[in-house]
């Protein structure tokens, strides 16, 4: 399978609802320019509230693993059985995004370790847009790689990732690595290229997808791929014990409902809310609030240098007795 793990986290959208002047908090003129009268760089601070426990987030029954688990890497795993899967990590677990299973009131920490490299030739479809050509035309050789098309299911997706890689070739942008492969989409399942169309000797030449019509290129290309033996370690015997091991391995900041001023603890309700902004130099609230959640590059030295300018920084962080997800971000005045 070639699809890429879902990602946990996502990122907030929503209106700018007002902020509090900037007031104390003097770190002078830096040497980009920012001032102490407020004209500074914005930064932009948002709250997502987790709901339940850390288990409920992160662990997994065995009854019910993600569809992208390989299953039988998952119960060799458990049984301490000797197993391998090629070219894809069983669970897509990483050493810092590691994935956890329940299984009999023991939790296990699933990962992998490589064990070997085979070398594989997969034929690789990639497309190439035909000049003058809407979509579909009057050539016989042309076939329909829509939803709606006759071609076979792993077709219409090869089709769709090719398409991907297709439309990026020669523009800004790029396209979703992990999907396509050398440029196009390559046939790795051997039930797909067993039932594919575009990959007989009498294939169509043209493929049409959306708004156009692409010209097939198949090639069989080599590929070197990992072996991976899938592992499972038992890592706790009571759900407050893997809450803990969650909390250390995710949780950043931990703040007590009671540790800020009230003007602080405004400033997280509406963060929480909608989402808080103050152009730098920030409040004296605001500095105590990015000094309790462990932002103090945003506060000392140099603002965008040191705080990354302009890129989303996320972090979990524990307030009181609830998860957030926090969002920090630098922004321009045009985007204020």
């Known amino acids: 399978m070639d699809e890429l793990a879902p990602s946990r986290r996502r990122l907030l959208a929503g209106a ?13 003129t830096d040497e980009d320019g920012d001032t102490d009268d407020g004209s500074g760089p914005q930064l932009r601070l948002s709250l997502s509230r987790i709901d339940g426990s850390l288990r409920d987030r992160y662990v997994r029954d065995r009854n019910d693993p993600p569809t992208e688990w390989d299953e039988a890497a998952l119960d060799a795993a458990l049984a301490g059985e000797s197993h391998t899967t090629q070219g894809r990590k069983p669970f897509f677990a990483a050493p810092d995004d ?13 990962g992998s370790v490589v064990v070997d490299e085979v070398a594989e030739t997969y034929p690789v479809l990639r497309l190439f847009e035909v000049d003058g050509e809407g979509s579909g035309g009057d050539d016989d050789s042309t076939v329909d790689g829509g939803e709606d098309g006759d071609l076979p299911d792993a077709d219409r997706r090869a089709v769709r990732i090719a398409h991907l890689a297709a439309r990026a070739r020669g523009n800004v942008g790029g396209y979703p690595v992990g999907l396509v492969q050398r440029g196009g989409y390559a046939y790795r399942d051997e039930t797909a290229r067993a039932e594919s169309a575009l990959l007989a000797a009498d294939g169509p030449d043209r493929v049409a997808y959306r708004d156009s019509t692409y010209r097939v290129e198949i090639e069989r290309e080599r590929f070197h791929e990992a072996v991976y033996r899938p592992t499972a370690e038992a890592v706790a015997e009571s759900p407050e014990r893997m809450e803990a091991i ?10 007590g409902s009671d540790d800020l001023s009230a003007e602080a603890t405004r400033i997280v309700e509406q963060a929480g809310m909608e989402e808080y902004s103050e152009a730098h130099p920030y409040s004296d609230a605001y500095v105590e609030l990015l000094r309790a959640i462990d932002a103090r590059h945003y506060v000392d030295g140099n603002v965008r240098k040191d705080a990354a300018a302009r890129e989303t920084e996320e972090e979990m962080i524990r307030y009181g007795d609830e998860y957030y997800e926090r969002y920090l971000r630098i922004l321009d005045g045009e985007e204020g």
Request: hydrophobic content about 45%.
């Open 98 to 110: 590691p994935e956890y299973v329940l299984r009999d009131g023991t939790y296990h920490r699933l």
């Open 16 to 28: 700018l609802a007002g902020g509090i002047g900037a007031a104390a908090g003097c770190l002078g």
């Open 246 to 255: 969650l909390r250390a391995t995710f949780v950043g900041a931990r703040v």
